[in-house]
């Protein structure tokens, strides 16, 4: 089932649970989607990959608007936003621990041959394209900055 059809199961749920939260989070995400299909080049309906890609970036618009409530000390919108994240991180694939991630890139540092911190780009494209959704990109960069800073992978 695609995403979209699960989300407008999940919107009815919500609608008849009286679940305001969750009701907020799901039509965001629809309407993401609704934007993502309608949008110039598409056909009407869009990839897996880019319905991940739409979920990431819903996750990540959720995190930086509650870090920048919880700085204004605005703990009633950051909850809000916090509930929200958990809701589309229902939606997103299981996340790797930052155990498996640092794992993960050492197999792809080895597989590119990466030698130090010039050959970070290099890294990366391979790493984002083959951890996308599985782990935060803010992270996978950390963790291939510190690997390459560290020669002795």
Known sequence: ??????IDADIKKA???KDKVRLNALR??????????TAE????TITEEAELKLLNKA??????AAET???QFRSDLEEIELAE???????????LSEADVVERLVEIIQRVGATGPSDLGKVMGVAARELSGQADGRMISQVVSNL?????V
């Not at 089932?1 to 699960?6: F, Q, R, S, T």
């Not at 390459?148 to 002795?152: F, I, K, P, R, Y």
């Open 15 to 17: 609608m008849l649970a």
């Open 148 to 152: 390459l800073n560290n020669t002795n």
């Open 41 to 44: 080049g598409q056909h009407g």
């Open 69 to 71: 409530y919880q700085k």
């Open 85 to 95: 994240l958990a809701i589309i991180e229902e939606y997103l694939p299981q996340q």
């Open 59 to 64: 996750a990540k618009q959720r995190r930086e």
């Open 1 to 6: 089932m695609a995403l979209k059809e699960i």
């Open 28 to 37: 965001s995400i629809k309407s993401q989607i609704l934007l993502a299909e």
